[in-house]
């Protein structure tokens, strides 16, 4: 059973420019989050979906942001006109209800964006 | 006021001895969950262990335990002979209500380093 995969590793970018990332879940987790966490903070909530709904939004995410899950499988989250402020990096968590006392998330290795 | 804290920004222990890694919380919710996660240099966060809110017993997994004090609203993690593979950053998390899918709040995490 593989992991939750995060791709890009590392995204380099330039300021202004979009930039767009992807998360696959562990197989049969049907709820997706994905986080922000920057140096020496924890991990901050960014967005939650069950299958392909996104129930929830953190205020962290502006309008530049945007994440979907189309199939309820894979979820992008992408991120429009760049800022510096935007160099963190991008976690992404799955898990599923009643496989673990606690529905624990799993995290994926993340995205290291930098902008430049 | 900080939902997770974690007051020691690092920690020092010899091989093969215990450490604790303290944790508190603060919410007025009934039903929670709290977790312990590690995070070495390479970025991923790995889950350790969790504890629920109206567990009567500390939670355990192998080398590692919960010291779960509902009182006084605290979570240490113990970390039993440690490693020198134990040497990284953990994080306390906190996931609110009685939903078993919410979003989790994190600490600022400890700076954990094991000496040979």
């Known amino acids: 059973d593989t992991g939750v995969s995060q791709d890009p590793r590392h995204k380099i970018t330039k300021r202004g420019q979009n930039v767009t990332f992807r998360c696959d879940p562990i197989?049969?987790?049907?709820?997706l989050y994905w986080y922000r966490q920057t140096l020496g903070q924890g991990p901050e909530f960014l967005t939650y979906f069950q299958n392909e709904a996104q129930l929830e939004k953190s205020r962290l995410l502006s309008d530049r942001f945007s994440a979907e899950r189309p199939k309820g499988s894979f979820s992008t989250l992408e991120i429009q006109r760049t800022e510096q402020g935007d160099s963190a990096m991008y976690l992404c968590a799955s898990s599923s209800p009643g496989i673990q006392g606690g529905n624990i998330q799993y995290f994926g290795a993340g995205t290291r964006l930098s902008v430049l | 006021a900080q939902k997770i804290t974690q007051t020691q920004p690092g920690m020092f222990v010899q091989e093969k001895e215990a450490v604790t890694l303290d944790c508190t919380y603060d919410?007025?919710?009934?039903?929670?969950?709290l977790f312990w996660y590690k995070q070495p240099s390479s970025g991923e966060m790995i889950f350790l262990i969790y504890?629920?809110?109206?567990?009567?017993q500390n939670a355990t997994e192998g080398r590692y335990s919960l010291n779960f004090q509902k009182a006084r609203k605290s979570a240490n993690l113990v970390i039993s002979a440690s490693q020198l593979g134990d040497s990284a950053m953990y994080f306390c998390?906190?996931?609110?209500?009685?939903?078993?899918?919410?979003?989790?709040?994190f600490g600022q995490g400890t700076i954990l380093t094991v000496h040979p």
């Open positions: 998390a906190m996931r609110e209500g009685g939903t078993s899918y919410g979003k989790l709040t």
């Open positions: 197989s049969e987790h049907n709820r």
């Open positions: 504890q629920g809110s109206y567990d009567e």
């Open positions: 919410t007025s919710d009934q039903s929670y969950g």
